[in-house]
């Protein structure tokens, strides 16, 4: 009886703390562990807002395997939350950006793909944690992709608190941090939840998201944020191209204008893995870059998760969004001879956009030349 009691004393905490060293030196810096009690909370936020037709479409849909652990895994005790930041370079507001036709890129995207360093390093954890424990362990874990409530959990386990942005913000690192979290039958020692709220009177991300998707303090129309336009696939509806600008693919907007971030600029954190991409790309390279190139430089990013149609799309818009007739002729490229007529489509859309005689004519000669349905619809809006 005496030897099962500091058993189980030894693993809520000891283990616990083990857990979070070890953690620490995959290059996980924030842990939390939290209950595997059910977030009623976040239920009716969810619900509420699935009735009303603002759950975002990326989000898993079906509420028990959101907001009950115990649907995605049966013996859950308790949630290990964990966080690492990414941002490599000061963060900077957007208006010091670059000149026209030069593409943006989030930070999060210029990284290796994060769901696979992740994923590789709570593997690494998994195995730890077994190691540790004299007794069979279930765990699942998931990065982003999976259907936990990640910021929820995080504020839960103490990692930080939802700015008015909707993002979680740390105390390290502000909000440049990516979320992962392992569901566990071993019974740890919970954290106290993070219930500090510093936003106050600040609204400075809602003025500044470029696309107005942040309508309302900790409401995001996500179908209207960037890093959704950017990363949808098929057309972007062509009465949101002129809101992406020269975001070539993600947005950071609503946090580079945080004054929670700002402080950070001073010590760039270490980040899990080094930049395979400069954060600023001249649009049109993207549109000339075959698939193979494609898959070179941009495949072991998140990006990659897209195929190539998805980039170049996003490329002309921001060409378009630049208005400078340097770029008609690269566009005129890609109306002819891209492959995917949802490019060729975006870049008539871009040739209109910049306007003027030689843009006109060039769309002309598309037009008798075209024979994709699509595409052909774009050029006669473009004329
Ligand atoms: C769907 C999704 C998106 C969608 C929708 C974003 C959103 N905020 O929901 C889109 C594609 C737009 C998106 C964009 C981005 N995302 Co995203 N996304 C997700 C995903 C898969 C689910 C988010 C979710 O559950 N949304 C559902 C909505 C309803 O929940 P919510 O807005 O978070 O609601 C919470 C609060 O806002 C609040 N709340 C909601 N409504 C209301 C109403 C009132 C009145 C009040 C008081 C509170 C309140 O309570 C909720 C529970 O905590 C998570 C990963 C995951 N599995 O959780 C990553 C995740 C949130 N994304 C992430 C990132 C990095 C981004 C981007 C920064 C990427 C980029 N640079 O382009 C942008 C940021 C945009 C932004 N301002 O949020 C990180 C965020 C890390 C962090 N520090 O928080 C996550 C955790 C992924 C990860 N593991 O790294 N994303
Ligand atoms: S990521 Fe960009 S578009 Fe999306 S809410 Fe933030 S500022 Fe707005
Ligand atoms: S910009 Fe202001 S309102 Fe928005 S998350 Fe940061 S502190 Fe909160």
Redesign the pocket.
């Known amino acids: 009886m005496y030897e099962r009691r500091r058993q189980e004393l030894d693993i809520k905490t000891n283990i616990k703390a083990k857990i979070k060293s070890f953690a620490a030196s995959l290059g996980l810096p924030l842990v939390g562990v939290t209950s595997a009690e059910p977030l009623a ?2 239920e009716k ?2 619900t509420r ?1 699935q009735e009303e037709g ?7 849909q079906r509420m028990p395997r ?1 907001t009950r652990p115990a649907a995605l895994l049966s013996e859950v005790r308790s949630i290990i939350s964990l ?1 690492a930041p990414y941002f490599t370079d000061p963060i900077t507001a957007i208006d010091r950006l670059p000149e026209a036709g030069v593409g943006v890129i ?4 210029i990284n290796r793909d ?1 769901h696979a360093v992740w994923r590789e390093k709570l593997h690494r954890l998994t195995l730890f944690i077994k190691a540790q424990l004299r007794q069979p362990v279930n765990t699942k874990f ?11 959990l ?2 839960k386990a103490g990692l ?1 608190y ?1 700015g008015k ?6 105390a390290l690192f502000g ?6 979290e392992l569901y566990t039958s071993v019974d740890l020692e919970p954290d106290p939840p993070c219930r500090r709220e510093e936003c106050g009177a600040c609204r400075r ?1 809602l003025s500044a ?1 470029p696309s107005g ?2 309508s ?5 129309r ?1 179908e209207l ?4 336009l ?2 949808m696939r098929g057309p972007i509806p062509r009465e949101k191209r002129r809101l992406l600008g020269n975001h070539l ?4 907007v ?2 580079e204008v945080c004054p929670r971030n700002q402080s950070l600029s001073a010590a760039p954190a270490v980040p899990l893995s080094d930049p395979l991409l400069p954060r600023f790309l001249p649009a049109a390279d993207i549109l000339r870059l075959s698939e193979e190139e494609y898959i070179a430089r941009f495949g072991s990013t998140a990006i990659g998760w897209r195929p190539v149609a998805v980039l170049q799309r996003n490329a002309a818009i921001c060409l378009g969004n630049c208005g400078d007739p340097r770029y008609i002729p690269v566009l005129a490229t890609s109306l002819r001879e891209n492959p995917h007529p949802m490019v060729r489509g975006a870049s008539a859309w871009a040739l209109g956009a910049i306007g003027g005689r030689e843009a006109h004519l060039l769309l002309l000669k598309a037009k008798s030349r075209e024979h994709h349905a699509q595409v052909l619809e774009e050029i006669e809006a473009a004329l």
């Open positions: 909370e976040e936020i969810f807002r603002t759950y975002p479409p990326l989000a898993e959101r966080a989030a930070r999060y995207a994060y998931w990065v982003d992709s999976g259907p936990p409530p990640e910021k929820a995080a504020q930080g939802v942005n909707t993002l979680l913000y740390t909000s440049f941090v990516h979320l992962g991300c998201c998707a942040l309302a303090p900790y409401f995001i996500a944020c960037l890093s959704y950017t990363q693919w993600g947005c950071d609503c946090q």
